[in-house]
T-cell receptor, first 113, second 110 residues
Framework: DADVTQTPRNRITKTGKRIMLECSQTKGHDRMYWYRQDPGLGLRLIYYSFDVKDINKGEISDGYSVSRQAQAKFSLSLESAIPNQTALYFC????????????FGPGTRLTVL | EDQVTQSPEALRLQEGESSSLNCSYTVSGLRGLFWYRQDPGKGPEFLFTLYSAGEEKEKERLKATLTKKESFLHITAPKPEDSATYLCAVLRGATNKLIFGTGTLLAVQP
């Protein structure tokens, strides 16, 4: 969905490096989410934010942090990347008027060597 | 523990050969069940939301149904462009946390 963009689309980094994944949306949605997808495990929620001042942990937040810089921007950081953080990362958004439906970005493929 | 199980893991159909994908779930206080389609290298694309047992939704060749324990995604006369991974997810109670299954990889051969 072109309304939700993620940068970079692909990234290879080394163990111990700090890395930031960025998500921007033009949908005007209040709520934003970060997921990771691993083969055989499905999508799992890392963090979510209902507005600029609201940040909540998901089921697998350890080793990650987030920043909601504006309504349209939500960044995910790996302070010290490790190989088992190699995965596909997706940002998603939802509208307060239809909170249940989430719209996903194209994803970032992250490889930690 | 909340759980979503999709079957089969992979399905290969001939063009025009109708079939169904299954999503069984155990969740406390189902608030909604969602179907997404995911193409290789792309993010999940929203298809349907079902809220109560007996509800049905249709879109082109796809029809989703819901019971108290499972949901089915029926694909009628599929075409090669229907090839994708289909993901099922549930939303529990007052949370905003989607719990995803691992998906069914559908391949439709011409």
């Amino acid at each position: 969905d072109a309304d939700v963009t993620q940068t970079p689309r692909n990234r290879i980094t080394k163990t111990g490096k700090r890395i930031m994944l960025e998500c921007s949306q033009t949908k005007g949605h209040d709520r934003m989410y970060w997921y990771r997808q691993d083969p055989g495990l499905g999508l799992r929620l890392i963090y979510y934010s209902f507005d600029v001042k609201d940040i909540n942990k998901g089921e697998i937040s350890d080793g990650y942090s987030v920043s909601r810089q504006a309504q349209a921007k939500f960044s995910l950081s790996l302070e010290s990347a490790i190989p088992n953080q190699t995965a596909l990362y997706f940002c998603a958004t939802s509208d307060i008027r239809d909170v249940d439906t989430q719209y996903f970005g194209p994803g970032t493929r992250l490889t930690v060597l | 523990e909340d759980q979503v199980t999709q079957s089969p893991e992979a399905l290969r159909l001939q063009e025009g050969e109708s079939s169904s994908l299954n999503c069984s779930y155990t969740v406390s206080g189902l608030r909604g069940l969602f179907w997404y389609r995911q193409d290789p290298g792309k993010g999940p694309e929203f298809l349907f939301t079902l809220y109560s047992a007996g509800e049905e939704k249709e879109k082109e060749r796809l029809k989703a149904t819901l019971t108290k324990k499972e949901s089915f995604l029926h694909i009628t006369a599929p075409k090669p462009e229907d090839s994708a991974t289909y993901l099922c997810a549930v939303l529990r109670g007052a949370t905003n946390k989607l719990i995803f299954g691992t998906g069914t990889l559908l391949a439709v051969q011409p």
